[in-house]
């Protein structure tokens, strides 16, 4: 049997460090997605930000994966959940988030499973009703550094595993070290879905809808902890992908 083909949202930026492209929109992704992906045994695909008014082309990539992938990334507006922007508000590009949001529909559509990391996580929620953070420290102050200042491959603080949930039937823990390089948090999580996994200070570290067509979203960075060489890390892909098996 072939291996899964799993698709990886890409991401956009505009060139700022090439004088000769400077303000031209680049596609990239991470090599540590990629990496994730493959040493799960699945394929992996980028899937380009593709404009909101050729849904018809986006839905043609996701028919022809069997799982999405969400990556991280910039900010995701808060007009999407009904908000206006707070001062502490990072960047954000819409074009990024309507084609999250043309993914995931057609994801629901296609039933294909999802996982969802740091921006895919948020993305899922709010998709599915929910409503974020814009900035936690200004937000929901006293809490712990979800910013890292450490390198991006180390473990900044914990996360305590629900029972009887994906993310726990695959570290076997209740607790667990995680990175954090986010300063938006899932605050009213979608209905149909359960805050698996949370920071001591109550901030959403991982969401699960495992009833129906499995939609799992972590708020960490496991394709960069399994870079850095954390098997666990390595294992929690693992265990999604065997799911298309
Ligand atoms: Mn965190």
Redesign the pocket.
């Known amino acids: 049997m072939d291996n899964p083909i799993i698709g990886i949202t890409g991401n956009l930026c505009v060139v700022d460090n090439d004088a000769h492209f400077n303000g031209m929109k680049r596609s990239f992704l991470n090599q540590d997605y990629l990496d994730l992906v493959s040493k799960s045994g699945a394929v992996p695909v980028i899937l380009p930000v593709t404009d909101p008014s050729r849904k018809a082309l986006t839905e043609q990539m996701v028919r022809h994966v069997d799982a999405v992938l969400l990556s991280g990334g910039y900010d995701i507006s808060p007009s999407f959940y009904g908000e206006e922007a707070l001062p502490h508000l990072g960047y954000s590009m819409k074009i990024i988030d309507s084609f999250y949001f043309d993914v995931i529909r057609f994801a629901e559509q296609y039933q294909k499973p999802v996982f969802g990391i740091c921006k895919g996580m948020q993305a899922l929620n709010v998709f599915y009703g929910g409503t974020l953070y814009q900035d936690i420290s200004s937000q929901k102050p006293g809490g ?1 550094q ?1 910013c ?1 200042a450490a390198s991006y491959q180390e473990e ?2 914990k ?1 305590a595993l629900e029972p009887d949930s994906f993310l726990f039937s695959s570290f076997g823990e209740t607790q667990i070290w ?5 300063h938006q ?1 899932v605050r009213i999580p979608a209905p149909g879905f359960r805050i698996t996994a949370r ?1 001591s200070d109550g ?1 959403a ?1 991982g969401m699960e809808r495992m009833d129906g067509v499995p939609l799992i979203g972590v ?2 960075h496991p394709e960069m902890m399994a870079g850095g060489g954390s098997q666990e890390q390595q294992k929690l892909f693992g265990d999604f992908t065997a799911l298309l098996k």
């Open positions: 712990l979800h890292q900044s603080h996360a995680v990175n954090s390089h986010h948090a920071a901030i570290e708020q960490w």
